[in-house]
């Protein structure tokens, strides 16, 4: 097979360093998906009733890395977009009645759902304050649990995080390292954005522009509905693989214990509206933090970018332990498992011939925002030319 580097994997991963591969080398690249389409897990495409639909959720582009940016904001075209989410709160339990309010928790929410009086940042604070007196845990935390009620005290955590996680991960905040709940920040003012990187954009061109134009080079060739592990046979004659699919399933054939993944099901409905203009949800996407639910939330694809349609599609996340990958599960099992793996990844990189390099959210194991696996890809491929693990020129 004449090709230099097979890379699995067509998610940003691969793809950025198949990118930087053609642009630097004179390499001819292969890159295999096992699904019909590019793009990984921020693939998105426009559906029969003319809206743009990401096919495994909601995917906001925010960072606050210049490089990262200035890197993939060359390929398709890029609009501003900051993104709001409203969860779906019932105070307190056993009453039916909710409140639509911003997270992350901000003055506006406090107000909404607790005590109007809280106006500013001093008052944030001394309510918080009066939320937590009585808790004594301190960091380092040792799971979720402690890292949100360090910060919101118990009334905020019953009603909006632990039974979302426990929907989400099929486990309590205890179970759950605390990385996990200290994702959500905390906010003194009245920011209701979902982020506050200096970047926040959306390809108008959709993701699947940017991962077409990505991947436009005569050096690169693509095939998908190509399934690693089952034809890895047919690539033995390539010396070098930058593998971006799940670890335990490289290393399958060790016989050793496998991580664990969370998966969702995606369950789509669209609704005709009266104008084009007409929207069903009060936000982009509104969380659902309690059990009389089974979904964790629901996304209002028109909203994004506000696209016009007499129609709206909406997708309700369910969470569940099958079906693909998509996020790793952080606790202390399942970390001790993946530094296993590492280590057989470590010698797989460090053979003479045949190297293999080991990248993306499946791969490190790791909850990755798209920022940060570009990042990666980046920072990975100036390591590993500075290695000489892979020749420029
Ligand atoms: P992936 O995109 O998962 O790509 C890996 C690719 O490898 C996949 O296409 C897979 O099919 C392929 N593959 C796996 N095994 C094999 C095999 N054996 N053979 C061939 N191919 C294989 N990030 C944000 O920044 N903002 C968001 O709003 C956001 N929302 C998200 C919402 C959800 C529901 C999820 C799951 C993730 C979200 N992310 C978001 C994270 C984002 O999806 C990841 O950062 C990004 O997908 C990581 O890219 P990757 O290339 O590492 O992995
Ligand atoms: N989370 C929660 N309530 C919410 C939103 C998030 O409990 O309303 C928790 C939940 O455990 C979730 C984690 O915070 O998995 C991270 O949320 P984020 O929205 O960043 O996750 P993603 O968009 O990647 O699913």
């Given at each position: 097979?004449?090709?230099?580097?097979?890379?699995?994997?067509?998610?940003?991963?691969?793809?950025?360093i198949?990118?930087?591969?053609?642009d630097?080398?004179?390499?001819?690249?292969?890159?295999?998906?096992?699904?019909?389409?590019?793009g990984?897990n921020?693939?998105?495409?426009?559906?029969?009733?003319?809206?743009?639909?990401?096919?495994?959720?909601?995917?906001?582009?925010?960072?606050d890395?210049?490089?990262?940016w200035?890197?993939i904001?060359?390929?398709?075209?890029?609009?501003?977009?900051?993104?709001?989410?409203?969860?779906k709160?019932?105070p307190g339990?056993?009453?039916?009645?909710?409140?639509?309010?911003?997270?992350?928790?901000c003055?506006?929410?406090?107000?909404?759902?607790y005590?109007?009086?809280?106006?500013?940042?001093?008052?944030?604070?001394?309510?918080?304050?009066?939320?937590?007196?009585?808790?004594?845990?301190?960091?380092?935390y040792?799971?979720?649990m402690?890292?949100?009620v360090?910060?919101?005290?118990?009334?905020?955590y019953?009603?909006?995080?632990?039974?979302?996680?426990?929907?989400q991960?099929?486990k309590?905040p205890?179970?759950?390292?605390?990385?996990?709940?200290?994702?959500?920040?905390?906010?003194?003012?009245?920011?209701?954005?979902?982020?506050?990187?200096?970047?926040?954009?959306?390809?108008?061109?959709?993701?699947k522009?940017v991962?077409?134009?990505?991947?436009?080079?005569?050096?690169?060739?693509v095939?998908?509905?190509?399934?690693?592990?089952?034809?890895?046979?047919?690539f033995?004659?390539?010396?070098?693989?930058?593998f971006t699919?799940?670890?335990?399933?490289?290393?399958a054939?060790?016989?050793?214990?496998?991580?664990?993944?969370r998966?969702?099901?995606?369950d789509e409905?669209?609704?005709?509206?009266?104008?084009t203009?007409?929207?069903i949800?009060?936000?982009?996407?509104?969380?659902?933090?309690?059990?009389?639910?089974?979904?964790?939330?629901?996304?209002?694809?028109?909203?994004?970018?506000?696209?016009?349609?007499?129609y709206?599609t909406?997708?309700r996340?369910?969470?569940?332990?099958?079906?693909?990958p998509?996020?790793?599960?952080?606790n202390?099992?399942?970390?001790k498992?993946?530094?296993?793996?590492?280590?057989?990844?470590?010698r797989?990189?460090?053979?003479?011939?045949?190297i293999?390099?080991?990248?993306?959210?499946?791969?490190?194991y790791?909850?990755l925002?798209?920022?940060?696996?570009?990042?990666?890809?980046?920072?990975n491929?100036?390591?590993?030319t500075?290695e000489?693990?892979i020749?420029?020129?």
């Amino acid at each position: 097979m004449n090709v230099d580097t097979l890379i699995v994997g067509a998610g940003f991963s691969g793809s950025v360093i198949a990118r930087l591969l053609a642009d630097n080398t004179k390499q001819k690249i292969l890159v295999i998906d096992s699904r019909d389409h590019i793009g990984g897990n921020s693939y998105d495409y426009i559906n029969q009733f003319g809206i743009r639909i990401s096919k495994y959720g909601a995917h906001l582009f925010h960072t606050d890395r210049q490089e990262v940016w200035n890197f993939i904001s060359a390929f398709g075209s890029w609009e501003p977009w900051e993104h709001r989410v409203l969860a779906k709160v019932y105070p307190g339990s056993g009453n039916d009645i909710f409140n639509y309010v911003p997270i992350p928790v901000c003055i506006q929410t406090i107000q909404n759902l607790y005590d109007p009086s809280v106006q500013n940042e001093d008052d944030m604070k001394r309510w918080l304050d009066a939320e937590t007196k009585t808790i004594k845990v301190q960091p380092p935390y040792k799971n979720s649990m402690e890292s949100a009620v360090a910060r919101f005290g118990y009334r905020i955590y019953n009603d909006f995080f632990y039974s979302y996680t426990l929907k989400q991960w099929d486990k309590p905040p205890e179970c759950l390292d605390a990385s996990v709940l200290q994702r959500i920040p905390l906010r003194y003012n009245n920011d209701d954005r979902y982020f506050t990187d200096s970047i926040q954009m959306l390809p108008s061109c959709g993701y699947k522009g940017v991962f077409e134009h990505l991947l436009d080079h005569p050096q690169i060739e693509v095939r998908l509905n190509t399934d690693y592990f089952q034809e890895r046979h047919c690539f033995n004659g390539i010396n070098c693989t930058v593998f971006t699919g799940p670890i335990d399933g490289y290393f399958a054939s060790r016989g050793l214990d496998r991580l664990e993944y969370r998966s969702i099901h995606f369950d789509e409905f669209t609704v005709t509206v009266e104008e084009t203009d007409a929207v069903i949800q009060p936000a982009s996407v509104v969380n659902e933090p309690s059990m009389r639910v089974p979904y964790t939330r629901t996304v209002e694809y028109k909203q994004f970018l506000n696209q016009r349609s007499y129609y709206s599609t909406l997708v309700r996340e369910y969470s569940t332990s099958h079906g693909d990958p998509y996020y790793p599960v952080p606790n202390e099992r399942n970390m001790k498992i993946y530094s296993i793996y590492q280590q057989l990844a470590e010698r797989e990189t460090e053979k003479e011939r045949r190297i293999v390099l080991f990248l993306g959210r499946l791969a490190n194991y790791k909850y990755l925002n798209m920022d940060q696996a570009i990042g990666n890809a980046l920072d990975n491929w100036q390591q590993w030319t500075k290695e000489g693990l892979i020749k420029i020129g």
